[in-house]
């Protein structure tokens, strides 16, 4: 276990570390400077500051000192959005309502989808359950956007139920995004608990409960639900991802001073620096989500051999 | 009991003698794997529902832009925004022309002076949003299908090698696969979109830049799994060349999971063009695809609803009928496999 884990978090590193260099190569190599509106400055100004952001240097040592501050969780400075604040500082200060909605919606979404997993299996083929899969089906087609702008339009522009935008409004404001990021926990795991519950129903220790006599709630509570929802462990590292692709246009649509409305703004005003130390802060979020699941299954369920990792 | 049995007149039974041709001869046609997984997928109504739909639209996305009678770019700026209008149909109260204006419904080809019918109305700058709306289609549907079968040939090539020849190679080529596959590919899509000139073939580089290693590693696991087999182990016996094992031996049984796993690829590939799109790094007017229109939509939505909701029922239904044909592909090619 041990050594699975530090071969895991090598692995880690190396890849944050290669997402580092890439994403500061690529700074170097997008056309225009960094430095706003440089044509119009004269050399001297230009020279004044680029020295304050470390720009004259040569490329080794800016790359070196870029590397080492990583290392300290320093993200850089964004040069034109925010005239010199902390990159860290604007991703932290925005950190709150994207965890809020993140964290609504995972709970929201799953909750509802291991019920609506857990209700198709027990009523496998009949209309109950045909009709929780097709739920499933439109929850994994139907984009976050689209899904996001059809709540918008039906609940706070035509029946003002919620506030339409913006982040005003406390917890009210954080609903109708927390329900459009659940939309693809809840499919991912009614599909995921359905296809367990109805594996577990099958085996042979249910027909056991069975024939010692135990109820129906008794066997599908006690003895399948527990069983199928171990492996649901495995699908939170992709309903992450999902979560957090999502809530690049969620907050986008619902004007929330989130993370991701910020990288979206930050994307189309070109502040690379925003965008590269986001990207790595994504990057460190998922890469970390993932390992703490591989090792989470590794340790509840005992019968993964870990020496592969997970198939 | 015995004597009943004697009692049974001699001649009420008869020695049926089964020639030796007889007993080998196959009465039913033999079935073939495909033919025996097309018996499965006809089986499935969502399967076969959702194939006509998507068949449907895409002829619609090549007819469409055909029979609309306005160009997909024309701007006629005196008829933008109208909402969407198709004869015999308007007499349903539906797609009748009329929208709100300041709080009232009217009918605005009327109020507009506008002769002529857009069946699914305008947009802000008078486009023909039928024309729009097949034309992004078939943008969007070509950006999936190639994404897609890069993502097939790379994986299929990288895995079989990788599967095939094993030890040292294959050790290498699974380290850097680990290393990629650790890259959240949200991340790895934004961060080459930025680096190219936004357009059609961006888009595609950077969902194919990582989204191989998916279908490598099945195909590897699959080759893995076949290339030890006896029928393999006879083959190379017989004297078979490798490429000879690979093509005529093991691609067979792979091709199923391949067909599978593409099924999976192109929904997400057509998902990834729409939201990088919709968040402002897909493609550039006046090129436009469901998620540049949807975007445009969308900014329009408290007014003029349609604009976003035909191509969001389009990009809906396209996403819905390939999750559907793909859980049916791999119920039929697969079915130990359901997942």
Redesign the interface.
């Given at each position: 276990m041990a050594r699975y884990i530090g071969k895991r978090l090598i692995y880690m590193l190396i890849t944050l570390a290669l997402i580092a260099t890439f994403t500061f190569f690529l700074m170097k190599i997008l056309p225009g400077s960094p430095v706003a509106s440089a044509d119009k400055l004269s050399p001297e100004q230009r020279a004044i500051v680029e020295a304050r952001y470390g720009l004259d240097k040569p490329l080794p040592v800016q790359y070196f000192d870029y590397m080492f501050g990583l290392a300290q969780g320093d993200l850089g400075i964004s040069i034109n959005q925010f005239k010199g604040a902390n990159v860290t500082d604007v991703i932290q200060s925005r950190m709150g309502p994207s965890a809020q909605i993140g964290f609504q919606g995972m709970l929201l979404g799953t909750f509802l989808g291991i019920l609506l997993g857990m209700i198709a299996a027990l009523r496998q083929n009949t209309w109950v359950d045909y009709s929780s899969t097709l739920v499933a089906i439109i929850g994994i087609s139907i984009p976050s956007f689209v899904f996001a702008s059809m709540l918008q339009y039906f609940f706070a522009l035509k029946l003002e139920w919620f506030p339409v935008a913006l982040w005003k409004d406390g917890f009210m404001s954080s609903v109708l995004p927390s329900i459009a990021l659940a939309m693809f926990p809840l499919a991912t795991a009614a599909r995921f608990i359905r296809t367990e519950m109805i594996e577990v129903l099958g085996s042979d220790y249910i027909t056991l409960a069975r024939a010692k006599g135990a109820s129906g709630t008794e066997i599908a509570f006690k003895h399948a639900f527990r069983n199928a929802l171990i492996p649901l462990i495995t699908v939170l590292g992709p309903m992450a991802v999902g979560i957090l692709t999502g809530s690049l246009v969620v907050e986008q649509i619902f004007a929330i001073p989130g993370i991701g409305e910020q990288f979206v703004k930050s994307i189309m005003v070109n502040d690379f620096s925003i965008i590269m130390g986001t990207t790595i802060f994504f990057s460190v979020f998922l890469i970390v989500v993932i390992l703490i699941v591989d090792i989470l299954y590794g340790i509840i369920d005992p019968r993964i051999r870990l020496s592969g990792g997970k198939s | 009991m015995t004597q009943n049995l004697e009692k049974l007149p001699k001649g009420s039974f008869e020695r049926i003698t089964v020639s030796p041709e007889q007993a080998e001869r196959i009465s039913k046609p033999s079935v073939s794997f495909w033919q025996d997984a097309w018996y499965r997928l006809r089986k499935n109504k969502g399967a076969i529902v959702s194939l006509v739909l998507f068949a449907l639209i895409v002829i619609m996305s090549f007819l469409g832009p055909a029979i609309s009678p306005y160009e997909p770019n024309a701007q006629t700026i005196t008829h933008a925004n109208l909402p969407p209008k198709i004869p015999v149909i308007e007499n349903l109260g539906v797609f009748d022309g009329v929208g709100t204006l300041g709080g009232k419904e009217v009918d605005l080809y009327e109020l507009k002076k506008v002769e002529v019918n857009y069946w699914f109305g305008t947009d802000g700058l008078g486009r023909d949003m039928f024309s729009r709306v097949w034309k992004g289609t078939q943008v969007s549907l070509f950006i999936a299908f190639v994404a897609a079968a890069i993502d097939m040939i790379i994986g299929v090539i990288y895995g079989g090698i990788s599967g095939y020849f094993g030890g040292r190679v294959d050790d290498i080529m699974q380290r850097i696969v680990?290393?990629l596959t650790?890259?959240?590919?949200?991340?790895v899509v934004?961060?080459f979109i930025?680096?190219m000139d936004p357009g059609i073939l961006a888009i595609i580089i950077a969902l194919t830049i990582t989204g191989w290693t998916g279908m490598s590693r099945v195909v590897r696991?699959q080759v893995l799994k076949y290339k030890s087999q006896e029928f393999v182990l006879a083959a190379r016996t017989l004297g078979a060349s490798d490429s000879r094992i690979i093509w005529k031996h093991l691609m067979p049984n792979v091709l199923g999971i391949i067909i599978i796993n593409t099924m999976f690829t192109i929904?997400s590939a057509i998902?990834f063009e729409?939201?990088l799109s919709?968040?402002?790094?897909g493609l550039q007017a006046p090129d436009a695809s469901l998620g540049t229109l949807?975007n445009d939509g969308?900014k329009l939505?408290?007014y003029q609803?349609h604009i976003?909701a035909i191509p969001?029922i389009v990009?809906?239904l396209i996403?819905?009928a390939?999750?559907?044909i793909g859980?049916g592909l791999r119920d039929a090619l697969d079915p130990k496999m359901?997942?």
């Open positions: - | 680990e290393i650790g890259i959240p590919n949200l991340v934004i961060l930025l680096i696991g929904p998902f729409a939201f919709f968040i402002g790094l949807i969308y939505i408290q609803p976003l969001a990009l809906s996403m819905i390939f999750n559907l859980d359901k997942d």
